[in-house]
C-alpha cells in the first residue's frame, strides 16, 4: 500500500492508494502513530485509492481513534468507494466516523 | 447365507445406534450434580473394580462395557483414569460366566427394550427421557450384539468347518488361529470359549488345544472391540485401546507361559487347574478365569503408567481439549463472588473464539491456524453448558442482594454470549456451504469483514471493560435495520440477475448479521450495567 501524507493548515491528511487489508495495516498504523505521538490532533484519511478493506484495516482507524480521543483530537475520513463505505455501513462504522465526499470538505470541517 | 449376513449387518447397525444413544443421552444428562455422585463412585478404586466386575457379569461383553464408560467418559460423567479399573474388572466379571456355563440374557434384553421403548415413546420429562434414552440405548446394543450372534452361530454347525476343526487336531497354532477368528465374526470370545470346552469334552479338540483356542479368541475379542471403536478419538479411543492392549499383553504372557509349560515341562496354568478339579470342563474354565483375574489383578497396581501411555498412544482430541473448563472449580462455589470472577474469564474464554469462526470463510488469512468451526462451536456447547449449571448451583447459595443483582446480569450475559455463539456459527456454516455468484459474494464478504471487526471489538469490550470500550462497541452495534434494508434491496433487484436460491440465502445470512449484531448491543449494554455496579462498589 502506498501511504502519502501532507500538511493543509493544522490539519494532517493522510492519502492511502491499494489494499487495506493485513499485510498493509501494520504500515498504516506505525505511520499515524508517529504522526499521533508528534502531537498532531488533527487527522484526516483519504481512502480515495483504497478499493479493498478488510477487519484489519478497520481496526487500525479505531485503534488511532481510540488514541486521539485521549488527546481531545479526531480523525476524520473521506472519498469513500461504494465498496469501503458498504463494509463501513456494515461494521457501524459509520457511527463513530465523520466521512465526506472530498478532502476539501473535510478539511474544512474541522 | 443372506439370513446370516442380514442377520449380522442389522446387528452391527443397532449396536452402533445403541452405542450412539448411549453417549447423546449421556451428554444431556451428564448434570454437573450427577457427575459428581460418580465421580465419588469412582473415587473408590475398590468400588470401581466391584462395579466393572459386575457390569462385566451383568453384559457378558467386554465391548459393551468398554462402549458404555467410553460414553460415560466422552459425556464428561467419569475420567478415563477413574474408568481404568471398571475396564480391567470387566473381563473378570465377564469371565465368570463361563464357569457358570450359560446365562441366557435374551429375554432380560428383550424386557428393558419393551420397558425403555415404551417409556421412551412416552415420557414427557426431558430428564426422564435421557436417562430411559440411555436404557434404550443399552437394550439396542444388546439386541444388535444378539442378532451378531445369531446371525453366526449356524457357522459353527456347518459340516466344512467341523471338518476342519477336525483337520487342524494337534496344532496349537491353527487352534489359536480358529478362536480368534471364530470370536471376531460371532463378535463372543466367551460363547466361542464354551462351545470350545464343548466339543473338547467331544474329543474334537486336545486340551493342549483348546487352552490355545482361549487365548486365541481373547486376541479375537480385542480385534471386535478395535473394529467396533473406530470411529471413537480421544480419550474415548483410550478405553478401546486398554481393552486391546488387556487381552494382547495378557496373550503374550499366557501363551509364553504355555510354551514353558508344553514344551519346558514347568508345571505352570496346566497344573495348576488340573490340581483345582480333575474335572476338563472345570479346568478350562478355570484357565479363563485365571487368564481375566490375574491382568486384572497385576495391572491394579500399575494403572497411573497404564494412563500414561493410553494418553500417548491416544490423545485428548482437539474439540476435547477446547471442551475443558479453564477456571471454573466446585470449590469455588463456596466463595461467590470469585466465582461470578471465574464464570467472567470463562465466558471471556468463549467470546475470544468468536472471531476465529469467521477464519475459514474470510479471503484474508491471518496465518494463525484456527480449529475447524464445527469442532469449536461442539466444544463451545459444552463449556457453555457447563458455565450455565455453575450458575445454577451458584444461585443456592445463600447471597446478597448485590451478589444476586451482579449473578442475574452474568446469567442474561451468558444466555447471550449463547445466541451469539449459535448464531455467529449458523452464519459461517450458511457462507460455508453457499456457492453464491460473483455479485453476492461481494455483500458476504462486507458482512464477513464488517463482523470480524464487531467481534474483536466486543473481545476488547470484555477484555478491558472501560466505559469507553463498552460504548465503542454500543455505538457501532446500533440498529441498522434501515441500512441493512436498503443493502437487501440493493442486492435483491431484478436487474441484479441473482438466482432464487441466493437471494433466499443473501436474506437469510442478512437477517442473521442484523440478529447477531442485535444480540451484541444488548450484551454490551448489561456489561456496562455490570461495570457501573463494580465501580459503584470501588466507591
Given at each position: 500500500?502506498?501511504i502519502?501524507?501532507?500538511?493543509?493548515g493544522?490539519?494532517h491528511?493522510?492519502?492511502?492508494?491499494?489494499?487495506?487489508d493485513?499485510?498493509?495495516a501494520?504500515?498504516v498504523?506505525n505511520?499515524?502513530n508517529?504522526v499521533?505521538?508528534?502531537?498532531?490532533?488533527n487527522?484526516?484519511?483519504?481512502?480515495?485509492?483504497?478499493e479493498y478493506?478488510?477487519?484489519a484495516?478497520?481496526?487500525v482507524l479505531?485503534?488511532?481513534t481510540k488514541?486521539l480521543?485521549k488527546?481531545?483530537?479526531?480523525?476524520?475520513?473521506?472519498c469513500?468507494?461504494p465498496?469501503?463505505?458498504?463494509v463501513f455501513?456494515?461494521?457501524?462504522?459509520t457511527?463513530?466516523?465523520?466521512?465526506y465526499?472530498?478532502?476539501?470538505?473535510a478539511?474544512q470541517?474541522? | 447365507m443372506?439370513?446370516?449376513l442380514?442377520?449380522i449387518?442389522?446387528?452391527?447397525?443397532?449396536?452402533?445406534v445403541?452405542?450412539?444413544?448411549?453417549?447423546e443421552?449421556?451428554k444431556?444428562?451428564?448434570?454437573?450434580r450427577?457427575r459428581?455422585?460418580?465421580?465419588?463412585w469412582?473415587?473408590?478404586?475398590?468400588?470401581?473394580?466391584?462395579?466393572?466386575?459386575?457390569?462385566?457379569?451383568?453384559?457378558?461383553?467386554?465391548?459393551a462395557?468398554?462402549?458404555i464408560v467410553?460414553g460415560?467418559t466422552s459425556s464428561?460423567?467419569?475420567?478415563?483414569?477413574k474408568?481404568?479399573p471398571?475396564?480391567?474388572?470387566?473381563?473378570?466379571g465377564?469371565?465368570?460366566?463361563?464357569?457358570?456355563a450359560?446365562l441366557?440374557?435374551?429375554?432380560?434384553?428383550?424386557?428393558l427394550?419393551g420397558v425403555?421403548?415404551?417409556?421412551?415413546?412416552?415420557?414427557k420429562?426431558?430428564?426422564?427421557r435421557?436417562?430411559?434414552?440411555i436404557?434404550?440405548?443399552?437394550?439396542?446394543?444388546?439386541?444388535?450384539?444378539?442378532?451378531?450372534?445369531s446371525?453366526?452361530?449356524?457357522?459353527?454347525?456347518?459340516?466344512?468347518?467341523?471338518?476342519?476343526?477336525?483337520?487342524?487336531k494337534?496344532?496349537?497354532?491353527?487352534?489359536?488361529?480358529?478362536?480368534l477368528l471364530?470370536?471376531?465374526?460371532?463378535?463372543?470370545?466367551?460363547?466361542?470359549v464354551?462351545v470350545?470346552?464343548t466339543?473338547?469334552?467331544a474329543?474334537?479338540?486336545?486340551?493342549?488345544q483348546?487352552?490355545m483356542l482361549?487365548y486365541?479368541?481373547h486376541?479375537?475379542?480385542?480385534?471386535?472391540?478395535?473394529?467396533?471403536?473406530?470411529?471413537?478419538?480421544?480419550?474415548?479411543?483410550?478405553l478401546v485401546v486398554?481393552q486391546?492392549l488387556f487381552?494382547?499383553?495378557?496373550?503374550?504372557?499366557?501363551?509364553?507361559?504355555?510354551?514353558?509349560?508344553?514344551?519346558g515341562?514347568?508345571?505352570?496354568?496346566k497344573?495348576?487347574?488340573?490340581?483345582?478339579?480333575?474335572?476338563l470342563?472345570?479346568?478350562m474354565?478355570?484357565?479363563?478365569l485365571?487368564?481375566?483375574?490375574g491382568?486384572?489383578?497385576?495391572?491394579?497396581?500399575?494403572?497411573?503408567p497404564?494412563?500414561?501411555l493410553?494418553?500417548?498412544?491416544?490423545?485428548?482430541?482437539?474439540?476435547?481439549?477446547?471442551s475443558k473448563?479453564?477456571?471454573?472449580?466446585?470449590?469455588?462455589l463456596?466463595?461467590?463472588?470469585?466465582a461470578?470472577?471465574?464464570?467472567?474469564?470463562?465466558?471471556?474464554?468463549?467470546?475470544?473464539r468468536l472471531?476465529?469462526?469467521?477464519?475459514?470463510?474470510?479471503?484474508?488469512k491471518?496465518?494463525?491456524?484456527?480449529p475447524?468451526?464445527e469442532t469449536?462451536?461442539n466444544?463451545?456447547?459444552?463449556?457453555?453448558?457447563?458455565?450455565?449449571?455453575?450458575?445454577?448451583?451458584?444461585?443456592?447459595?445463600?447471597?446478597?442482594?448485590?451478589?444476586?443483582?451482579r449473578l442475574?446480569?452474568?446469567?442474561?450475559?451468558?444466555?447471550l454470549?449463547v445466541?451469539?455463539e449459535?448464531?455467529?456459527?449458523q452464519?459461517?456454516?450458511?457462507i460455508?456451504?453457499?456457492?453464491c455468484?460473483?455479485?453476492?459474494?461481494?455483500l458476504?464478504?462486507?458482512?464477513?469483514?464488517?463482523?470480524?471487526?464487531?467481534?474483536?471489538?466486543t473481545?476488547?469490550?470484555m477484555?478491558?471493560?472501560?466505559?469507553?470500550?463498552?460504548?465503542?462497541?454500543?455505538?457501532?452495534?446500533?440498529d441498522?435495520?434501515?441500512?441493512m434494508?436498503?443493502?437487501?434491496?440493493?442486492?435483491?433487484?431484478?436487474?441484479?440477475g441473482l438466482?432464487?436460491?441466493?437471494k433466499?440465502?443473501?436474506?437469510?445470512l442478512?437477517?442473521?448479521?442484523?440478529?447477531?449484531?442485535?444480540l451484541?448491543?444488548?450484551?454490551?449494554?448489561l456489561l456496562k450495567s455490570?461495570?457501573?455496579l463494580?465501580?459503584?462498589d470501588?466507591?
Amino acid at each position: 500500500m502506498q501511504i502519502t501524507q501532507k500538511q493543509e493548515g493544522e490539519v494532517h491528511i493522510f492519502s492511502l492508494n491499494g489494499r487495506f487489508d493485513a499485510h498493509s495495516a501494520g504500515n498504516v498504523e506505525n505511520e499515524l502513530n508517529l504522526v499521533i505521538s508528534k502531537g498532531e490532533h488533527n487527522l484526516l484519511v483519504d481512502l480515495d485509492g483504497v478499493e479493498y478493506i478488510s477487519s484489519a484495516g478497520l481496526r487500525v482507524l479505531l485503534a488511532a481513534t481510540k488514541k486521539l480521543k485521549k488527546g481531545k483530537g479526531e480523525i476524520k475520513l473521506c472519498c469513500l468507494k461504494p465498496y469501503v463505505k458498504e463494509v463501513f455501513d456494515i461494521a457501524g462504522f459509520t457511527q463513530i466516523f465523520k466521512i465526506y465526499n472530498t478532502v476539501e470538505e473535510a478539511t474544512q470541517s474541522f | 447365507m443372506w439370513e446370516v449376513l442380514g442377520l449380522i449387518v442389522a446387528g452391527l447397525g443397532l449396536f452402533f445406534v445403541g452405542v450412539k444413544m448411549i453417549s447423546e443421552n449421556a451428554k444431556q444428562m451428564a448434570s454437573r450434580r450427577l457427575r459428581m455422585l460418580v465421580a465419588r463412585w469412582t473415587q473408590s478404586q475398590l468400588l470401581a473394580s466391584l462395579g466393572g466386575a459386575l457390569s462385566g457379569f451383568v453384559t457378558q461383553s467386554t465391548s459393551a462395557a468398554t462402549f458404555i464408560v467410553a460414553g460415560l467418559t466422552s459425556s464428561g460423567l467419569m475420567t478415563v483414569r477413574k474408568a481404568l479399573p471398571i475396564i480391567i474388572w470387566a473381563n473378570a466379571g465377564c469371565s465368570i460366566l463361563v464357569l457358570l456355563a450359560v446365562l441366557d440374557i435374551k429375554y432380560a434384553v428383550m424386557l428393558l427394550l419393551g420397558v425403555a421403548g415404551i417409556s421412551f415413546a412416552f415420557s414427557k420429562s426431558v430428564k426422564y427421557r435421557y436417562a430411559v434414552g440411555i436404557l434404550l440405548g443399552i437394550g439396542l446394543l444388546f439386541y444388535g450384539l444378539q442378532m451378531i450372534r445369531s446371525g453366526a452361530s449356524p457357522l459353527a454347525e456347518v459340516s466344512w468347518l467341523q471338518s476342519f476343526l477336525y483337520r487342524i487336531k494337534g496344532s496349537y497354532v491353527l487352534a489359536f488361529i480358529v478362536g480368534l477368528l471364530l470370536t471376531f465374526v460371532s463378535q463372543t470370545a466367551i460363547g466361542i470359549v464354551i462351545v470350545a470346552i464343548t466339543m473338547t469334552e467331544a474329543g474334537l479338540f486336545s486340551v493342549d488345544q483348546t487352552i490355545m483356542l482361549i487365548y486365541g479368541a481373547h486376541v479375537g475379542s480385542s480385534l471386535t472391540t478395535w473394529f467396533l471403536g473406530s470411529g471413537l478419538k480421544g480419550t474415548s479411543r483410550q478405553l478401546v485401546v486398554l481393552q486391546v492392549l488387556f487381552n494382547i499383553v495378557g496373550v503374550i504372557l499366557f501363551v509364553s507361559l504355555f510354551y514353558l509349560e508344553v514344551l519346558g515341562h514347568v508345571p505352570l496354568v496346566k497344573k495348576l487347574v488340573s490340581m483345582i478339579t480333575l474335572e476338563l470342563e472345570q479346568q478350562m474354565a478355570y484357565v479363563v478365569l485365571i487368564f481375566n483375574f490375574g491382568i486384572p489383578l497385576v495391572l491394579s497396581f500399575f494403572l497411573d503408567p497404564l494412563h500414561r501411555l493410553l494418553v500417548k498412544i491416544s490423545p485428548p482430541t482437539q474439540e476435547e481439549d477446547l471442551s475443558k473448563l479453564q477456571f471454573l472449580h466446585d470449590q469455588a462455589l463456596n466463595d461467590p463472588e470469585t466465582a461470578m470472577d471465574l464464570i467472567e474469564k470463562e465466558q471471556l474464554r468463549l467470546v475470544k473464539r468468536l472471531p476465529g469462526y469467521l477464519e475459514s470463510i474470510r479471503v484474508e488469512k491471518t496465518g494463525e491456524e484456527s480449529p475447524p468451526y464445527e469442532t469449536v462451536h461442539n466444544a463451545s456447547t459444552v463449556v457453555a453448558t457447563e458455565i450455565q449449571s455453575f450458575s445454577i448451583d451458584l444461585v443456592d447459595k445463600n447471597l446478597s442482594h448485590r451478589t444476586s443483582e451482579r449473578l442475574l446480569n452474568l446469567q442474561n450475559r451468558h444466555s447471550l454470549i449463547v445466541s451469539i455463539e449459535d448464531n455467529v456459527y449458523q452464519l459461517v456454516r450458511t457462507i460455508d456451504q453457499t456457492d453464491c455468484s460473483a455479485r453476492p459474494q461481494e455483500l458476504i464478504h462486507n458482512v464477513v469483514e464488517g463482523l470480524h471487526t464487531i467481534l474483536l471489538t466486543t473481545v476488547d469490550a470484555m477484555e478491558s471493560p472501560e466505559e469507553y470500550n463498552i460504548d465503542l462497541l454500543i455505538s457501532i452495534t446500533e440498529d441498522r435495520g434501515d441500512l441493512m434494508e436498503r443493502i437487501r434491496k440493493m442486492y435483491l433487484t431484478s436487474e441484479r440477475g441473482l438466482e432464487v436460491a441466493d437471494k433466499s440465502t443473501l436474506l437469510y445470512l442478512t437477517n442473521l448479521y442484523e440478529r447477531i449484531v442485535w444480540l451484541i448491543r444488548r450484551w454490551a449494554t448489561l456489561l456496562k450495567s455490570a461495570h457501573r455496579l463494580n465501580q459503584k462498589d470501588k466507591q
